[in-house]
T-cell receptor, first 115, second 114 residues
Framework: DAGITQSPRHKVTETGTPVTLRCHQT?????MYWYRQDPGHGLRLIHY???????DKGEVSDGYSVSRSKTEDFLLTLESATSSQTSVYFC??????????????FGEGSRLTVL | AQSVAQPEDQVNVAEGNPLTVKCTYS??????LFWYVQYPNRGLQFLLK??????LVKGSYGFEAEFNKSQTSFHLKKPSALVSDSALYFC????????????FGTGTQLKVEL
């Protein structure tokens, strides 16, 4: 299994509070991603990173920010959580160099409930 | 914009019978296509990919997928289903341009019954 750790794995919070989810990888892969999974929507990309300090928005980026200060860590922040952000969040990593062909490897997910 | 459609929310099949999970795609340029499987309360696991070459791609756990350019399809198949294959399956397509971003379908729940 790819070395990807998400924390926390479960979190319950209240509307209006800030939340940070952490993704840590030990594979030294260049690309990192945050997806959310919701019934009927599959996986939707929130933000992704193509290197340290290099990030870009995905399909559903409103209300979320990210930071990547080190290759191994990618943080997802909800500045002021809303009930619509209740979801399961997945971190993924990938690499195109060194013979890799770009498939994503996923973490185990972080279940967030916003009351 | 690229997109993936999985027309069936659920597929039911008897153990031992062949299974097919359908996927169609829309993308500019050459498609890079992927299948993933998700077991309950787990992350997605990579099954197989089509980048170039043979239209029939073999992957993990006996699964294979057939790329059909004229029908813009990439259906997942297995000759003989197992109860343990029951899971949620996602098709994905890589976007044109840089960044290696994948767009996922909405998923198909596969249920294999005895």
């Amino acid at each position: 299994d790819a070395g990807i750790t998400q924390s926390p794995r479960h979190k319950v919070t209240e509307t209006g509070t800030p939340v940070t989810l952490r993704c840590h990888q030990t594979e030294n892969h260049r690309y990192m991603y945050w997806y959310r999974q919701d019934p009927g929507h599959g996986l939707r990309l929130i933000h992704y990173s193509y290197g340290v300090k290099d990030t870009d928005k995905g399909e559903v980026s409103d209300g979320y920010s990210v930071s990547r200060s080190k290759t191994e860590d990618f943080l997802l922040t909800l500045e002021s959580a809303t009930s619509s952000q209740t979801s399961v969040y997945f971190c993924a990593i990938s690499e195109l160099a060194g013979g890799h062909t770009g498939e994503l490897f996923f973490g185990e997910g972080s279940r967030l409930t916003v009351l | 914009a690229q997109s993936v459609a999985q027309p069936e929310d659920q597929v039911n099949v008897a153990e031992g019978n062949p299974l097919t999970v359908k996927c169609t795609y829309s993308v500019s340029g050459n498609p890079y296509l992927f299948w993933y499987v998700q077991y309950p309360n787990r992350g997605l696991q990579f099954l197989l990919k089509y980048i170039t070459g043979d239209n029939l791609v073999k992957g993990s756990y006996g699964f294979e997928a057939e790329f059909n350019k004229s029908q813009t399809s990439f259906h997942l198949k297995k000759p003989s289903a197992l109860v343990s294959d029951s899971a949620l399956y996602f098709c994905a397509v890589r976007e044109a341009g840089g960044g290696n971003k994948l767009t996922f379908g909405t998923g198909t729940q596969l249920k294999v019954e005895l």
